[in-house]
């Protein structure tokens, strides 16, 4: 594809950028990070496809009361993570890794708070 620009007549092509999906690997982090700090909770791959599959982590119990559950999705930035918490999504934000996404799970957990200041949807 080639983008056109007015002027001297320069044109450009786009790349495409494909981020590869989530998987075993990141699943396998996110289950050891979790169980470093808090072995009451869980992770797993989750989706209909492994073009789409997202990582869910929830307590053992499933338990709202015990705390939210978190959404890990890859995005070709990044890692979106997104809180759900008495049937609300919130977006938690974009992280430039993995690592990243955990430090703002474990900061969540530790302080019971969600780590963002977005409005929260319904979930449908």
Same mark, same amino acid.
């Given at each position: 594809? +080639?983008?056109? $620009?007015?002027?001297?007549?320069? +044109? /450009?092509? #786009?790349?495409? @950028?494909?981020?590869?999906? @989530?998987?075993?690997?990141?699943?396998?982090?996110? $289950?050891?990070?979790?169980?470093?700090?808090? %072995?009451?909770? +869980?992770?797993?791959?989750? &989706?209909?496809?492994?073009?789409? #599959? +997202?990582?869910?982590?929830? %307590?053992?119990?499933? *338990?709202? !009361?015990?705390?939210?559950?978190?959404?890990?999705?890859? !995005?070709?930035? &990044?890692? $979106?993570?997104? /809180?759900?918490?008495? *049937?609300?999504?919130? *977006? #938690?934000?974009?992280?430039?890794?993995? #690592?990243?996404?955990? @430090?703002?799970?474990? /900061?969540?957990?530790?302080? *019971?708070?969600?780590?963002? =200041?977005? !409005? %929260? $949807?319904? @979930? =449908?």
């Amino acid at each position: 594809m +080639t983008v056109k $620009r007015t002027g001297v007549g320069t +044109t /450009q092509s #786009a790349a495409l @950028i494909r981020a590869e999906p @989530i998987g075993l690997t990141e699943l396998r982090f996110v $289950r050891d990070v979790l169980a470093e700090f808090d %072995p009451d909770w +869980t992770a797993e791959l989750d &989706g209909i496809c492994t073009d789409e #599959a +997202t990582i869910v982590a929830v %307590p053992e119990s499933g *338990d709202d !009361e015990v705390g939210p559950s978190f959404v890990i999705s890859r !995005e070709s930035c &990044g890692y $979106r993570l997104d /809180q759900v918490h008495w *049937d609300t999504i919130r *977006d #938690a934000g974009l992280f430039a890794s993995l #690592a990243d996404v955990m @430090i703002a799970v474990r /900061q969540c957990l530790s302080l *019971d708070v969600v780590p963002s =200041h977005r !409005e %929260p $949807r319904a @979930i =449908h």
